[in-house]
Structure formats: C-alpha cells, structure tokens
C-alpha cells in the first residue's frame, strides 16, 4: 500500500489547535518552529479572495471528473497552457466512460503539446478504473483515488480537497515553496518533503473541511503569484510579517544555484518530435518518415524504443502508430 501525506502525519505527535504560537516535538531532535497557523492562513484567505484567478476548473459546478483531468494535466505543465487543451478533452470526454470506451492513441493524440505524454495513458487507464471499480464515479476518499492509475498522493490530496471540499494535506510545488519560506525560513524546499515539513503542513490545514479545502487552493495561489520560485513578489504578500526567510533577509538557499531541465537535443525532445509524427498521421508511419522528423539514428532508436515501453508507441509490421 502506497503511503499517504496523511498516514506520515498521523506517526507525529500533533499539538491542539490554538490561536496562538505552536511548538511541539516531531521526532527524536526534531521540533516544529514557533508560528501562528490561524493568522497565516487567516491573511492568506483574504489575499485570495481578492486575487484568485479565475480558473475554468476552480468555478462552481465543475465535476469532480473535470477537476481530475485538470491535475492530470497541471502536472509539470504552466496553467496558460492547460486552459485550452483542458476545455477540448472535456468537450470530447465529458465522463470517465467518455475516455474510457475510446482507444488509448485517442487520449495521446488529444494531448497534444502538454508534454510528459504517458499522463494522458494514465489518465486513460483511470478514467477504466473508475468506470470498472467505482460505477463511473470519481472516488472521493483517498484510498480509492490512491489505487487510480497515475493517482500519487498529491493529486489524491487535490481531488479530494478540490473536487469534494474534503480536509487534506495538498501539497504541490506551490504550496511547498510557501510553508518552507514562510515557516522553515527556506528559499526553496528540497526534493522530497521531509517529516518536519509535513508536520509544519498538516498543522496549517484548519480543521474544517470547507475552510481546509479553501487554504489549500490559496496557498497554491499565493505560492504561483507571489511567492514565486524567482523574483518572489515579497511587498505584496500577506503574510510577509510572519514569513521566517523574509525576515531572515532572504538568504539564498545553501549551494549550487538551481539549473533548469535542459532541452535542446536530449532523448526528450527526440521523444517528442517522434510522438507528433505519430500524432499526425492518420495511419501507421514508415521508418523513413521518422528519419525525416530525427535524423540521428542511435538516438532515434533509443527514444523509439522507450515511447514502445511507455505504451506511447506500438509496432505495426515495419510500420509505426499509436496504440489502439
């Protein structure tokens, strides 16, 4: 059984909910830091209802399926480029059994340019599940969204939180570039959250569901518009008197500086100019018009033979296509 944000707090001692300062020991040599949880998320909330955008899946009314589609596609993915391809899957797959009696290729072909293809697989494979072990329905209580295809514990977390307005630990990038600035004093958070981070993050999650589920989509809010990654809109935000790095100065994290992912001409990118042949293509391609969109072979066959382990791609004769 995979676990859960929620079964890593639970080993942790938790202190009663106050309106004041908190400390409390988390582990052998551990200890949370002292902060106010009701006055950030308090100043946070009023932030945000002043400044949400306004986000085709955030609105009353959207489906918890709509709501799903959208994790799937926001991850590793800028919110400006999911909003089209969003609405368009939903056009064509308005329900689990919309994508699910569909052919898998279908879902790649319908990806699109969203990049990290093999979501749209797995999103193919849950919309399957759903309409095989849960009646058509997106599940609602974690262990069931855990068991979906593609259904880490974040995106259990979100769809739990934002589809049915449950309390949960949602923590994406966003959310934990705030808790580690504003409450670790912390320019950036490390790879994987740690134990003390998930305790800093669960005690900020107020105890009522509505409210919880409203902190959740602001924090993320507040971590995407200003406390950004790079040049963090510091005079704007709300939380800034509580904010441990902001009154540390804003030292640097320890260390290299960060580098982005590079592209250009790594087996990504062969991967992707593969895939958009295929997508194109009404029928299945020969070798030579692969060559055509790649023209170095090792790599070219490298990157072919993943997008076939992925499921991405499927051998047709000496022929290419995307899998039925």
Not at 96 to 124: F, T
């Amino acid at each position: 059984m995979k676990r859960s944000i929620g079964s890593a707090v639970g080993s942790i001692r938790q202190p009663r909910r106050g309106l004041g300062t908190v400390s409390s020991v988390t582990s052998p040599g551990q200890q949370l830091p002292v902060f106010r949880p009701d006055e950030i998320v308090t100043r946070t909330l009023a932030w945000y209802a002043e400044h949400a955008r306004d986000l085709p899946w955030r609105r009353p009314g959207v489906t918890p399926w709509a709501v799903l589609v959208s994790e799937f596609m926001l991850q590793q993915t800028p919110v400006e480029r999911v909003r089209g391809p969003w609405a368009a899957w939903l056009d064509r797959w308005p329900s689990p059994e919309a994508l699910a009696a569909a052919p898998a290729g279908a879902a790649v072909r319908a990806w699109g340019r969203l990049g990290y293809p093999r979501r749209a697989l797995r999103l193919h494979a849950a919309a399957v599940v759903i309409c095989e072990q849960f009646g058509g329905r997106v599940p609602a209580d974690r262990e069931s969204l855990l068991s979906l295809p593609g259904g880490g514990s974040y995106t259990a977390a979100a769809v739990a939180s934002f589809a049915y307005g449950r309390r949960d630990v949602v923590l994406d990038t966003n959310v934990r570039r705030v808790v580690n600035r504003v409450v670790l004093g912390s320019a950036h958070p490390p790879a994987a959250a740690g134990r003390l981070e998930v305790a800093v993050a669960e005690r900020l999650v107020p105890l009522e569901p509505p409210r919880a589920a409203r902190w959740a989509v602001a924090s993320m809010e507040l971590g995407a518009l200003v406390c950004r990654a790079r040049d963090p809109r510091c005079a704007e935000c709300p939380v800034r008197e509580d904010c441990a790095w902001h009154l540390a100065g804003c030292p640097p994290s320890p260390g290299p500086p960060r580098r982005g992912q590079a592209y250009t001409g790594t087996d990504r990118q062969c991967r992707g100019a593969l895939l958009a042949v295929l997508r194109r293509a009404d029928e299945a391609v020969t070798a030579d018009e692969l060559a055509q969109a790649w023209p170095q072979s090792d790599q070219r066959d490298r990157a072919l033979d993943s997008l076939v382990s992925d499921g991405l791609a499927v051998a047709v004769g000496d022929r290419w296509a995307l899998p039925g």
